[in-house]
């Protein structure tokens, strides 16, 4: 039995994981180790990013290679939690379903644990929804219903939106032609122009790899570009892809106090963020961060920081739906959408969520290159969702 963890980050003991694989696989075949190593390096389609160092890879990249990891022993069971968690669209969940459908035909037994079920819902022979420790079997056609009840949700909120976007010409950052390369190697942003003014939305989209989380870090100032320039005329709060990173308190209600004292935003600071919390369902503000699930310190998060920036500010925020339900990420996103006049950037590798903002001007990032996207190519969650519902 195999058990793929839903953090990349806990799969690998050596920094590199060709050298990893190498020696897990060494293990169990011997001299052999090599041949079976290509052969799920091939399956994966991982060669040009298997013999990099794990903290230089992209979380979708790293995510890859943790499934090939998994095969190496050739199990009979496998236990996939979130395995579509950072994995984009057309080469990410498209190349799972092709390996599910191969280890279905060699007869293994797969269980997942992952929230964009839609994807998956033609793989499956049976479904059960755990909810307060309690395993109930549902159907499919169940799942379906309220899959639809829920998109409901997000086109009456988007009904709701119309009258309430700001349209305020103040900017708050400015990207001139930025070019960016870790060290040596290629450009992975090559001349991008961007402008965000108070109360914008902007979405960008890309594969995995595209350099959506380099650019978060540009426009945060952790990386400098190598050429151009980053004005930023307002505050900026950066939530990373690794949410825990965001976190460095020991209670959520200190989490809470320090970002209110810090930012010294409104008096009620404090009740309006526990409030909110509360609504998300954060009822004990003692408990430690660090042991809430990554959905729940992604979203946790996401709230502390559209509840503690000034409205001038600008957050990013590097795939906030991460390990969240459908349902989950639409309340989250309306939350979004309420705070009106603060900027936000948003990246995602998953079309899936692009139409929770209908007021986005939405990006896309592929080869280095930013690229404003139609609106109707934008807006097509709902079409292509419910494409996926069986009938
Ligand atoms: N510290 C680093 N050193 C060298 N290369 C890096 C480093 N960090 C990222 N890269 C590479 O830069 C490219 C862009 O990575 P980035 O993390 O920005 O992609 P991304 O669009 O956020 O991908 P994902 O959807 O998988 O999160 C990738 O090819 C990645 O492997
Ligand atoms: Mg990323």
């Known amino acids: 039995m195999q058990v793929v963890n839903q953090d990349p980050y806990t799969h690998f003991l050596e920094p590199v994981p060709l050298d990893d694989m190498l020696s897990y696989a060494e293990r169990f075949y011997g001299n052999e180790a090599e041949e079976i190593v290509e052969k799920v390096v091939k399956l994966l389609d991982i060669e040009d990013i298997v013999n990099r160092s794990v903290i230089t890879l992209s979380g979708g990249q790293l995510k890859r290679i943790t499934i090939a990891k998994a095969l190496i022993p050739n199990p009979t069971i496998l236990i ?9 669209d057309v080469n990410g969940v498209e190349m799972f379903k092709a390996i599910l459908k191969t280890l279905n035909d060699m007869g293994k037994t ?3 644990m992952e929230h964009r079920f839609l994807h998956l819902l033609n793989f499956v022979n049976s479904m059960y929804k755990l909810m307060q420790g309690t395993l ?3 159907d499919k056609s169940d799942v379906t219903k309220l899959v639809r009840q829920s998109f409901r949700r997000v086109v009456e909120g988007i009904q709701a939106l119309k009258t309430s976007q700001s349209n305020s010409y103040r900017e708050v950052l400015r990207l001139d032609n930025v070019w960016f390369k870790y060290g040596k190697e290629q450009w992975v942003l090559r001349d991008l122009n961007l402008k965000v003014y108070q109360g914008d939305t902007v979405v960008i989209y890309g594969p995995n790899g595209a350099g959506k989380s380099t650019l978060l870090r540009i426009i945060a100032g952790v990386l400098k570009p190598t050429k151009g320039s980053v004005k930023r005329f307002s ?10 990173l965001f976190l460095t308190e020991e209670s959520i209600k200190k989490e809470i106090k320090e970002l209110c004292n810090n930012r010294k935003v409104r008096e009620d600071c404090f009740s309006r963020c526990s409030e909110l919390l509360n609504r998300f369902g954060y009822d004990d503000l003692d408990r430690l961060p660090l042991h809430l699930s990554w959905g729940q310190v992604t979203r946790l998060a996401t709230l502390l920081s559209i509840n503690t920036i000034n409205g001038d500010g600008l957050i990013l925020l590097d795939e906030p739906f991460t390990g969240s339900t459908y349902l989950e990420a639409i309340a989250l996103a309306e939350t979004l959408r309420m705070f009106t006049e603060v900027a936000k950037i948003i990246v995602l590798s998953s079309r899936d969520y692009i139409s929770l903002f209908p007021k986005a001007r939405v990006y896309t990032l592929s080869n280095g290159v930013l690229s404003p996207l139609a609106y109707r190519d934008a807006h097509m969650f709902d079409k292509a969702a419910y494409r996926l519902i069986p009938p």
């Open 110 to 112: 797969i269980i997942i």
């Open 80 to 88: 996939f939690d979130e395995p579509l968690m950072w994995l984009d």
């Open 235 to 244: 505050k900026v709060m950066y939530i990373p892809q690794i949410p825990y």
């Open 136 to 138: 109930v079997k549902v």
